[in-house]
């Protein structure tokens, strides 16, 4: 484009507003690694099959996913197509694309499973479908356990015997922290879980902490007082920002690193030969053995202007293959129930560590409990994730007592429902 | 001490008497020195992390220059393997290459005599490291990404934004250094009290007067928001009162219209205020970010800094795009730094005093 | 005095010449209707002309989102825009103040809001003394007799330069746990320390940072005030053999009044609304130690899941207030002075 035509363009996008042409459809994509180059291959293939459409790739930080996208979507903007992680919050404002889509029974079939996630309570739409799935799970530096000499704990041991464990091999190997979780909500509510915490109140909304909860935190908050658990990652933010401990295990400096599936290509690049890791799932508290589900969508935005072209987008992006070849080629887990089934997923890797940690994943998922598949359908379920973050942060930085984070966290929450004003 | 550095560090003490060292050189020196390393140091480094590998970017601890593991190219192994420095059960050290890693032995080689394993306890070697510059850092986002683009679109933004801020603050600012009118003292003083609201502060409504306008997804929407500085009318007016009242007053003798005066006689005046306000200008408009990301969405439309951002993900950070992509950017305002900064004391001492 | 130098009129008219050969013709042309409207509204009028384009302009951008977001202040709920929000009149800013002691933040409801406000207030203070006296000093160091002063000068302005998201970065990987600073302290033998994960040390960090990345700007302001003060005063002092802290005190700085003044006023506007280079440095933590204003307002207007615009339109309306009296307070003293200069 040379000069002139972007200055006349920018005239016309001043009278017109922002037009969007017949055939365009835009899709706003965040990547955390390799599936932006991924996904414009497929998008450049599905041009090519289908000549009418123009698949325009908006490849955005994931802070536009979650802080811009929603006021877009509020003042009805926004894109046609959208990879977001908070799909049920903003559930509204997705395309039913039942009437549109050539097969709803394979819809249904393959991603039915998950359609809850991200549509209104109560409705049959069908919005999208999940580019990935994740699932929460421990990796130990299996290197550092053998030099240590400290045998690794088995599947179904619990976080009290993982911390045992991952002390001895710290004082051992003079590593500074045996263990670390991301500073996030949804990871720190696995081990709540599998302490018998539920968040969910009879009425569909927020419960105070229970027992379970607040066992797990209180455990947590001395656990990393005692130097067990990483502080550095907690503290090193104020409110519910996310931070990863994962250079801290890929330096060696953790024995057992607390985080998700999607880390397994990040670890595989950055660590090399450097050292032995093994994804170990989630250990057990007196509940369950929970990991916690998640994942991103891709979903069809209501104000679209081109819903048929949308539809022609998303089935053939929904196909069994194209599903295959993108989870194959971004090492992610895959939504698709025909997929998994079938199983035999040939991960684009060379790295035999990763290959297995995959596997792993693959199997803890069948032991995720029915509290942790309902979280990311419930609405409400950020909401406590931030207060529970943004809390014992402070609690762990010496701010709050725990007692008072405990009322704060419900005091948080509390606020929270009353300001939605339902 | 050379030549060289006493031409440098002229001291106060040599200063046409060369009575040696008084305590304020050494203050002067130390000063200086420090000042070299703290300022220009941070960025050195910066520029150096941009060619490191990923995985050397998260590496502890941290090195200077961008090193990797060395590697060999050893008969009967496919690929190159790691050359490591072992220290030997019998004490001694050599070079080898690690075959393969099993647990806590490494099996290694010697490159000269591939014939026999050696057992090496990993604790026991440290990787042999050599300097290497990994360019892909730069290359591979100027293919991936519509670099072309987006720089058309910084440079658009920039240099749009600079315009307008120049003439309009400078004709604002001439209104109020040589006009008498009601409502004059209520201007400045509504531009003094709003001298730079925080755009955190007005964000949520000024993005909904952008998208009511229509603005939203449009390179004016960034533009317009910013050119209105109250700091750029501040500077502009402070130097301009300096000019004399006498000029403009023979002009409107020798009947020259107001429009006249202000460009035939005020702006070049006001050269080295306007040229300080450019250089503010473009580094502020160029290095602009949080704004940009807010009302651009759309790739064709994305400045350089909301460009690069697109490397931080949910859960990752690619940080070794987002370095080398933050040197690029930085180039240009550096040079318009160099280009435009011997105006800026000059400028800076009108716009002070008064 | 080269700067002075090389700012001479003849430079001046040489890039005049370059920059506005081009906009000589347009500005030619625009002269005849503005002509004929200057006899319509007189010399006076024109001022007018000259202030409404940047007056409509910042009107529509700054002063009327200020008005709306007075508004929005005043209504409630998670929605965004305007009509789909409840009036609740000024039930925001009670909850703001519903305290139970306002010098313990954890007693009040929004015990955020009042830790940003803590923090703020400190941070104000401290960054603005230290970095005015660290830029008075650069500045005096780089008036003296100094070769290539030009090159001096740049190396302290150069962070001025760089966007508040690379200082951040940049600083982050120093002062981290694994950073570099920690590494040169243990190759010297000295403990490491964990900078950025100790209430005091991260708080002295943000402070650090800001002066650093701002410091420049500051220090080139008094530098071109230095350079104002006539040299005669400076020899007169020295046949005298008055001491040098005397003149310092009794010529340097009184002539660097205006200067300081404006420094002051500048620093303290820019250090009210720090944000920045600390939130990616720190992000607010540990805890909530360097949680500053403007973050409280982003992160509840704008960032949270959900989203309490009303809230964060009453705090930044109470933030914007002190901004109006500090730069009141200023002008108040910028008068005094005057007039002092004047008598």
Same mark, same amino acid.
């Given at each position: 484009m040379n000069k002139k035509s972007i200055l006349a363009g920018l005239a016309l996008a001043l009278l017109t507003g922002t037009a969007a042409n017949a055939g365009d459809v835009r899709v706003m994509w965040y990547s955390d690694g390799v599936e932006g180059e991924v996904m414009k291959d497929l998008v450049n293939r599905f041009m090519e099959e289908n000549p009418g459409i123009n698949v325009i790739l908006d490849n955005v930080a994931y802070s536009v996913i979650k802080e811009q996208l929603p006021v877009q979507l509020e003042a009805?903007? #926004?894109? %046609?197509v959208a990879r977001v992680t908070a799909i049920k919050d903003l559930a509204?404002?997705? @395309? %039913? @694309?039942r009437p549109l889509v050539k097969d709803p029974a394979y819809w249904d079939e393959n991603f039915g499973d998950k359609a809850d996630w991200m549509r209104p309570d109560g409705s049959d739409q069908i919005s999208g479908f999940m580019t990935q799935l994740t699932l929460t799970g421990g990796f130990a530096n299996k290197t550092l356990f053998d030099q240590a000499g400290v045998e690794m704990p088995g599947p179904k041991a619990t976080w009290e015997e993982w911390a045992a464990a991952a002390k001895k091999v710290a004082d051992s190997q003079q590593v500074p922290y045996p263990m670390a979780i991301d500073r996030s909500g949804h990871r720190i509510t696995a081990p709540m879980l599998s302490y #018998? *915490?539920?968040?969910?109140?009879?009425?569909?909304k927020p419960a105070p902490l229970d027992q379970g909860a607040k066992d797990f935190l209180t455990k947590f908050v001395n656990w990393t007082e005692e130097g067990v658990f990483a502080k550095d990652v907690w503290v090193s *933010? *104020?409110?519910?920002t996310y931070r990863a401990a994962a250079d801290d295990f890929i330096n060696g400096q953790l024995a057992f690193y607390y985080s998700g599936s999607w880390q397994v290509a990040n670890l595989a690049t950055k660590i090399g030969n450097n050292f032995d890791w093994v994804a170990t799932g989630s250990p057990c508290g007196p509940a369950a053995c929970t990991g916690m589900p998640g994942g991103a969508a891709l979903v069809a935005v209501k104000?679209?202007?081109?819903p048929k072209d949308v539809a022609t987008f998303m089935d053939w992006m929904a196909q069994e293959d194209i599903v295959r070849e993108f989870s194959e080629r971004t090492l992610f887990l895959p939504a698709h129930k025909g997929v998994v089934e079938k199983g035999g997923l040939n991960f684009e890797t060379e790295n035999e560590q990763a290959k297995a940690a995959l596997g792993t994943f693959v199997e803890a998922s069948?032991?995720?409990?029915e509290t942790a598949l309902k979280l990311p359908a419930w609405r409400w379920a950020d909401t406590v994730y931030a207060a529970i973050v943004t809390r014992i942060g402070q609690t762990l930085a010496g701010e709050l007592p725990l007692e008072d984070a405990f009322a704060r966290i419900d005091a948080d929450i509390a606020q929270k429902v009353k300001d939605t004003g339902l | 001490m050379g030549a060289a550095a006493r031409f440098i560090f002229r001291r106060r003490g040599s200063n046409?008497?060369?009575k040696g060292w008084h305590w304020t050189d050494i203050v002067t020196w130390v000063w200086l020195v420090c000042g070299l390393l703290i300022m220009f140091g941070p960025a050195v480094w910066l520029g150096f992390s941009s060619f490191k590998t990923p995985a050397a970017l998260a590496e502890? +601890? +941290?090195?200077?220059l961008p090193y990797v593991t060395q590697e060999v190219r050893v008969e009967g192994y496919d690929k190159p393997l790691a050359l490591y420095e072992a220290t030997l059960e019998g004490g001694g050290t050599r070079v080898l290459a690690e075959v393969r890693r099993i647990g806590i032995v490494s099996q290694m080689v010697d490159p000269n005599a591939p014939g026999e394993i050696i057992k090496v306890n990993i604790a026991d070697r440290a990787p042999v490291r050599t300097m290497s510059f990994a360019t892909e850092n730069y290359t591979q986002p100027f293919v991936q990404f519509d670099f072309v683009q987006y720089l058309w679109n910084s440079v658009f933004v920039t240099v749009m934004a600079t315009l307008i801020t120049l003439v309009v603050n400078s004709m604002a600012a001439f209104a109020l250094s040589k006009y008498e009118f009601r409502g004059r003292s209520v201007a400045m003083l509504i531009i003094l009290a709003t001298?730079?609201? +925080?755009l955190s502060v007005i964000m949520v409504p000024l993005y909904s007067i952008i998208s009511t306008i229509g603005l939203? /997804? /449009?390179?004016w929407g960034v533009i317009l928001p910013t050119v209105a500085t109250p700091t750029g009318v501040f500077i502009l007016r402070q130097y301009m009162?300096? &000019?004399?009242d006498e000029l403009i007053d023979a002009a409107r003798m020798d009947k020259a219209s107001e429009w006249q005066i202000y460009w035939r006689i005020v702006l070049p005046l006001a050269a080295p205020a306007l040229a300080v306000l450019a250089i503010f200008s473009v580094v502020w408009r160029w290095n602009d970010f949080l704004w940009p990301l807010i009302v651009l969405s759309r790739r064709e439309l994305y400045t350089l800094q909301v460009g690069l951002s &697109?490397?931080?993900?949910e859960l990752n950070v690619q940080w070794h795009f987002i370095l080398a992509m933050t040197v690029v950017t930085m180039i240009p305002v550096v040079l318009v730094f160099i280009f435009l900064q011997r105006f800026i004391t000059t400028g800076i001492a009108g716009a002070g005093l008064k | 005095m080269t700067p002075i130098a090389s700012s001479s009129p003849a430079s001046n008219r040489r890039l005049g010449s370059i920059l506005f050969v081009p906009v000589q013709f347009v500005m030619t042309l625009i002269d005849a209707p503005l002509r004929a409207l200057q006899k319509l509204t007189g010399i006076s009028g024109m001022a007018m002309f000259f202030l409404a384009p940047n007056m409509l302009i910042f009107g529509i951008f700054v002063l009327l989102p200020l008005a709306i977001n007075f508004v929005y202040s005043m209504t409630g709920g998670t929605a965004f825009f305007l009509a789909d929000r409840t009036f609740i009149g000024f039930d925001q800013y009670s909850r703001l103040f519903e305290?139970?002691?306002?010098?313990?933040?954890?007693?009040?409801?929004e015990d955020a809001f009042w830790t940003a406000v803590g923090n703020t207030a400190w941070f104000v203070v401290l960054q603005v003394t230290l970095m005015i006296l660290m830029a008075l000093g650069t500045a005096l160091i780089l008036n003296r007799?100094? $070769?290539a002063r030009s090159f001096w000068r740049a190396v302290f302005f150069f962070?001025?330069?760089?966007?508040p998201v690379v200082v951040g970065l940049i600083w982050k990987w120093i002062l981290q746990r694994q950073g570099l600073l920690n590494f040169a302290l243990f190759e010297m033998g000295l403990e490491p320390h964990n900078w950025l994960t100790d209430r005091t040390w991260a708080f002295a960090a943000a402070v650090a940072v800001s002066i650093w990345a701002h410091m420049g700007f500051y220090a080139l302001i008094l530098l071109a005030g230095l350079q104002a003060i006539p040299k005669d005063l400076y020899e007169a002092a020295e046949m005298d053999g008055t001491k040098a802290a005397r003149v310092f005190w009794r010529i340097t700085l009184p002539l660097l009044a205006p200067n300081l003044l404006v420094v002051v006023v500048l620093a303290l506007i820019k250090a009210v609304q720090v944000f920045d280079e600390v939130y990616v440095l720190t992000g607010g933590g540990p805890g909530t130690s360097t949680m500053f204003l403007t973050q409280y307002i982003y992160e509840t207007g704008?960032?949270?899941?959900? $989203?309490?615009p009303g809230l964060a339109a009453a705090a930044s309306i109470l933030m914007g207030l002190v901004l109006v009296v500090l730069t009141l307070f200023q002008l108040g003293i910028g008068r005094r002075t005057e007039g002092k200069r004047k008598r």
């Amino acid at each position: 484009m040379n000069k002139k035509s972007i200055l006349a363009g920018l005239a016309l996008a001043l009278l017109t507003g922002t037009a969007a042409n017949a055939g365009d459809v835009r899709v706003m994509w965040y990547s955390d690694g390799v599936e932006g180059e991924v996904m414009k291959d497929l998008v450049n293939r599905f041009m090519e099959e289908n000549p009418g459409i123009n698949v325009i790739l908006d490849n955005v930080a994931y802070s536009v996913i979650k802080e811009q996208l929603p006021v877009q979507l509020e003042a009805g903007n #926004g894109p %046609d197509v959208a990879r977001v992680t908070a799909i049920k919050d903003l559930a509204k404002h997705w @395309l %039913d @694309l039942r009437p549109l889509v050539k097969d709803p029974a394979y819809w249904d079939e393959n991603f039915g499973d998950k359609a809850d996630w991200m549509r209104p309570d109560g409705s049959d739409q069908i919005s999208g479908f999940m580019t990935q799935l994740t699932l929460t799970g421990g990796f130990a530096n299996k290197t550092l356990f053998d030099q240590a000499g400290v045998e690794m704990p088995g599947p179904k041991a619990t976080w009290e015997e993982w911390a045992a464990a991952a002390k001895k091999v710290a004082d051992s190997q003079q590593v500074p922290y045996p263990m670390a979780i991301d500073r996030s909500g949804h990871r720190i509510t696995a081990p709540m879980l599998s302490y #018998g *915490a539920n968040y969910i109140g009879e009425d569909g909304k927020p419960a105070p902490l229970d027992q379970g909860a607040k066992d797990f935190l209180t455990k947590f908050v001395n656990w990393t007082e005692e130097g067990v658990f990483a502080k550095d990652v907690w503290v090193s *933010a *104020a409110g519910n920002t996310y931070r990863a401990a994962a250079d801290d295990f890929i330096n060696g400096q953790l024995a057992f690193y607390y985080s998700g599936s999607w880390q397994v290509a990040n670890l595989a690049t950055k660590i090399g030969n450097n050292f032995d890791w093994v994804a170990t799932g989630s250990p057990c508290g007196p509940a369950a053995c929970t990991g916690m589900p998640g994942g991103a969508a891709l979903v069809a935005v209501k104000y679209t202007k081109n819903p048929k072209d949308v539809a022609t987008f998303m089935d053939w992006m929904a196909q069994e293959d194209i599903v295959r070849e993108f989870s194959e080629r971004t090492l992610f887990l895959p939504a698709h129930k025909g997929v998994v089934e079938k199983g035999g997923l040939n991960f684009e890797t060379e790295n035999e560590q990763a290959k297995a940690a995959l596997g792993t994943f693959v199997e803890a998922s069948k032991s995720t409990s029915e509290t942790a598949l309902k979280l990311p359908a419930w609405r409400w379920a950020d909401t406590v994730y931030a207060a529970i973050v943004t809390r014992i942060g402070q609690t762990l930085a010496g701010e709050l007592p725990l007692e008072d984070a405990f009322a704060r966290i419900d005091a948080d929450i509390a606020q929270k429902v009353k300001d939605t004003g339902l | 001490m050379g030549a060289a550095a006493r031409f440098i560090f002229r001291r106060r003490g040599s200063n046409g008497r060369g009575k040696g060292w008084h305590w304020t050189d050494i203050v002067t020196w130390v000063w200086l020195v420090c000042g070299l390393l703290i300022m220009f140091g941070p960025a050195v480094w910066l520029g150096f992390s941009s060619f490191k590998t990923p995985a050397a970017l998260a590496e502890f +601890p +941290p090195t200077i220059l961008p090193y990797v593991t060395q590697e060999v190219r050893v008969e009967g192994y496919d690929k190159p393997l790691a050359l490591y420095e072992a220290t030997l059960e019998g004490g001694g050290t050599r070079v080898l290459a690690e075959v393969r890693r099993i647990g806590i032995v490494s099996q290694m080689v010697d490159p000269n005599a591939p014939g026999e394993i050696i057992k090496v306890n990993i604790a026991d070697r440290a990787p042999v490291r050599t300097m290497s510059f990994a360019t892909e850092n730069y290359t591979q986002p100027f293919v991936q990404f519509d670099f072309v683009q987006y720089l058309w679109n910084s440079v658009f933004v920039t240099v749009m934004a600079t315009l307008i801020t120049l003439v309009v603050n400078s004709m604002a600012a001439f209104a109020l250094s040589k006009y008498e009118f009601r409502g004059r003292s209520v201007a400045m003083l509504i531009i003094l009290a709003t001298l730079m609201v +925080p755009l955190s502060v007005i964000m949520v409504p000024l993005y909904s007067i952008i998208s009511t306008i229509g603005l939203f /997804n /449009n390179l004016w929407g960034v533009i317009l928001p910013t050119v209105a500085t109250p700091t750029g009318v501040f500077i502009l007016r402070q130097y301009m009162l300096t &000019i004399p009242d006498e000029l403009i007053d023979a002009a409107r003798m020798d009947k020259a219209s107001e429009w006249q005066i202000y460009w035939r006689i005020v702006l070049p005046l006001a050269a080295p205020a306007l040229a300080v306000l450019a250089i503010f200008s473009v580094v502020w408009r160029w290095n602009d970010f949080l704004w940009p990301l807010i009302v651009l969405s759309r790739r064709e439309l994305y400045t350089l800094q909301v460009g690069l951002s &697109i490397y931080a993900g949910e859960l990752n950070v690619q940080w070794h795009f987002i370095l080398a992509m933050t040197v690029v950017t930085m180039i240009p305002v550096v040079l318009v730094f160099i280009f435009l900064q011997r105006f800026i004391t000059t400028g800076i001492a009108g716009a002070g005093l008064k | 005095m080269t700067p002075i130098a090389s700012s001479s009129p003849a430079s001046n008219r040489r890039l005049g010449s370059i920059l506005f050969v081009p906009v000589q013709f347009v500005m030619t042309l625009i002269d005849a209707p503005l002509r004929a409207l200057q006899k319509l509204t007189g010399i006076s009028g024109m001022a007018m002309f000259f202030l409404a384009p940047n007056m409509l302009i910042f009107g529509i951008f700054v002063l009327l989102p200020l008005a709306i977001n007075f508004v929005y202040s005043m209504t409630g709920g998670t929605a965004f825009f305007l009509a789909d929000r409840t009036f609740i009149g000024f039930d925001q800013y009670s909850r703001l103040f519903e305290c139970g002691n306002y010098l313990d933040p954890l007693s009040c409801q929004e015990d955020a809001f009042w830790t940003a406000v803590g923090n703020t207030a400190w941070f104000v203070v401290l960054q603005v003394t230290l970095m005015i006296l660290m830029a008075l000093g650069t500045a005096l160091i780089l008036n003296r007799d100094l $070769r290539a002063r030009s090159f001096w000068r740049a190396v302290f302005f150069f962070p001025v330069l760089l966007s508040p998201v690379v200082v951040g970065l940049i600083w982050k990987w120093i002062l981290q746990r694994q950073g570099l600073l920690n590494f040169a302290l243990f190759e010297m033998g000295l403990e490491p320390h964990n900078w950025l994960t100790d209430r005091t040390w991260a708080f002295a960090a943000a402070v650090a940072v800001s002066i650093w990345a701002h410091m420049g700007f500051y220090a080139l302001i008094l530098l071109a005030g230095l350079q104002a003060i006539p040299k005669d005063l400076y020899e007169a002092a020295e046949m005298d053999g008055t001491k040098a802290a005397r003149v310092f005190w009794r010529i340097t700085l009184p002539l660097l009044a205006p200067n300081l003044l404006v420094v002051v006023v500048l620093a303290l506007i820019k250090a009210v609304q720090v944000f920045d280079e600390v939130y990616v440095l720190t992000g607010g933590g540990p805890g909530t130690s360097t949680m500053f204003l403007t973050q409280y307002i982003y992160e509840t207007g704008f960032a949270s899941q959900l $989203r309490n615009p009303g809230l964060a339109a009453a705090a930044s309306i109470l933030m914007g207030l002190v901004l109006v009296v500090l730069t009141l307070f200023q002008l108040g003293i910028g008068r005094r002075t005057e007039g002092k200069r004047k008598r």
